[in-house]
């Protein structure tokens, strides 16, 4: 199985290229993290991965552009718990931050991000994503402790 590609959030494919390079480091994808108040981020961080990062810092950190300055911060939190997704055709969907609605190519519904799952497959369907080391690891049948919407969803919600 591979992670659904998105591109960047807040940068460019170039910008990207760029921070990797200077940074030594692998993008992630964007992912929401923790906040000050420990809530999950409503807006997603362009996450990296560092192998062997700078003494006292960690392998994960987040890029995000505020009031025109780009912020960078500890992203070990984006994946420091498991997350759900929803597979088709060996490609595994995950909304990344709340109201994250995503949608598959064949209809497949997930939404929610970390505060919420929300989708119209059943929990034997979903899958659980961890990430160690920087590489993704997916395992069948993801246990999930929160409602689960089965009906047909809005897609203007």
């Known amino acids: 199985m591979k992670l659904e590609n998105r591109g960047p959030y807040w940068f460019t494919d170039k910008g990207i290229e760029q ?3 200077i940074k030594d480091a692998k993008y992630m994808g964007y ?5 000050m108040k420990n809530e999950w981020g409503e807006k997603p961080l362009d996450v990296f991965y560092q192998a062997e990062p700078r003494e006292g810092h960690p392998h994960y950190f ?3 552009i ?4 780009v912020l960078i911060t500890n ?3 984006c994946f420091s718990q498991p997350m759900v997704g929803i597979v088709e055709k060996d490609t595994v969907y995950v909304s990344r931050f709340r109201h994250d609605y995503v949608t598959t190519p064949n209809g497949k519904i997930i ?3 970390r505060d919420y799952v929300r989708s119209d497959q059943p929990q034997e369907n979903f899958v659980t994503v961890n990430v160690k080391d920087g590489e993704f690891i997916f395992e ?3 246990k999930v402790d929160v409602e689960q919407d089965n009906e047909e969803m809005d897609p203007e919600l």
Do not use: M, N, Q, Y
């Open 111 to 113: 939404d929610g991000g």
């Open 62 to 64: 987040g890029l995000v």
């Open 66 to 69: 505020r009031e025109d300055k």
């Open 31 to 35: 992912w929401c993290g923790r906040t």
């Open 19 to 21: 921070i990797e390079r």
């Open 75 to 77: 992203a070990e939190s």
């Open 140 to 142: 069948k049948k993801a």
